[in-house]
T-cell receptor, first 114, second 112 residues
């Protein structure tokens, strides 16, 4: 079965600095990869996805993610962090052979300090 | 606002009881998903429906069941509730099977 790992429970960055939230995955076939963000007391919000094509995917709020097949990674990045980016970030993966089953990582709490 | 609505927002009940959580998907979305989010288990996929039919099952307990009605709204039924069932329950919807999901605000269930 597919799985996804977010190796860092917590990421702290200073406002204005670049941020990276890491995600690695394991699937049998081709992966469909997603990033979601969750603000306190809210549901998850879709940020971006990779299905096929260009390895660099651009999403909402200035976020982007790079798909790396050889390293089975899909790290989330932003060139300049904002305090308002502080939230819980989830990586998710679908396996083309189990397309209806989406697996989420445990989440990474991003804190951006002024 | 994602366009997905869930009721109720909060639910407090006792062990052994049964509750029903309701979800209305975004207009036009045919897929509905249910998730459980707890501190120790993280976000767990429970079940998916597509246009009224069950399409995938995740870590859903036998005490839990769901259905999707002809108007595409969905209900998640939780019975013989235990303390460990206390969690946030999210519904999500998507247009089809491969698309990104749009999450509702969740129902916070507290079992006392």
């Amino acid at each position: 079965a597919q799985s996804v790992a977010q190796p860092e429970d917590q990421v702290n960055v200073a406002e204005g600095n670049p941020l990276t939230v890491k995600c690695t995955y394991s699937v049998s076939g081709n992966p469909y990869l997603f990033w979601y963000v969750q603000y306190p007391n809210r549901g998850l919000q879709f940020l971006l996805k990779y299905i096929t094509g260009d390895n660099l995917v651009k999403g909402s709020y200035g976020f982007e993610a790079e798909f790396n097949k050889s390293q089975t990674s899909f790290h989330l990045k932003k060139p300049s962090a904002l305090v308002s980016d502080s939230a819980l970030y989830f990586c998710a993966v679908r396996d083309m052979f189990r397309i209806n089953d989406m697996r989420f990582g445990a989440g990474t709490r991003l804190t951006v300090k002024p | 606002d994602s366009g997905v609505t869930q009721t109720p927002k909060h639910l407090i009940t006792a062990t052994g009881q049964r509750v029903t959580l309701r979800c209305s998907p975004r207009s036009g979305d045919l897929s509905v998903y249910w998730y459980q989010q707890s501190l120790d288990q993280g976000l767990q996929f429970l079940i998916q429906y597509y246009n009224g039919e069950e399409r995938a099952k995740g870590n859903i307990l036998e005490r839990f069941s769901a259905q999707q009605f002809p108007d595409l709204h969905s209900e998640l039924n939780l019975s013989s509730l235990e303390l460990g069932d206390s969690a946030l329950y999210f519904c999500a919807s998507s247009p089809g099977l491969l698309d990104e999901q749009f999450f509702g605000p969740g129902t916070r269930l507290t079992v006392l």
